[in-house]
Nanobody
Framework: QVQLVESGGGLVQAGGSARLSCAASGTILSINVMDWYRQAPGKQRELVAVISNFGSTNYADSVKGRFTISRDNTKGTMYLQMNSLKPEDTGVYYC?????????WGQGTQVTVSS
């Protein structure tokens, strides 16, 4: 089993930066793809960024050029560096990890960007 815990969320001013962390425990060396989702109030959850076990990345158009996803495979930790934050980036950010055909989700961390 894999447990995921996000941290680093909070209140940030527009134009500011924040760094989210997703700490995995359990069979961390079995994790394949990891990604970040976010969900704004009253909106559907959307994919933000993806990183494979070999470091290939993809980003949603809305965050491309502003966010950077990374991971430490040995530690089982994933990061999301968020720069030039906008109010529309506000939402609950969730990390997800794939282990074979199984998917594990963290509990989410709130990011609020004030204008």
């Amino acid at each position: 089993q894999v447990q995921l815990v996000e941290s680093g969320g909070g209140l940030v001013q527009a134009g500011g930066s924040a760094r989210l962390s997703c700490a995995a425990s359990g069979t961390i060396l079995s994790i394949n793809v990891m990604d970040w989702y976010r969900q704004a109030p009253g909106k559907q959850r959307e994919l933000v960024a993806v990183i494979s076990n070999f470091g290939s990345t993809n980003y949603a158009d809305s965050v491309k050029g502003r966010f950077t996803i990374s991971r430490d495979n040995t530690k089982g930790t994933m990061y999301l560096q968020m720069n030039s934050l906008k109010p529309e980036d506000t939402g609950v950010y969730y990390c997800r990890a794939g282990v074979g055909k199984y998917v594990y989700w963290g509990q989410g961390t709130q990011v609020t960007v004030s204008s």
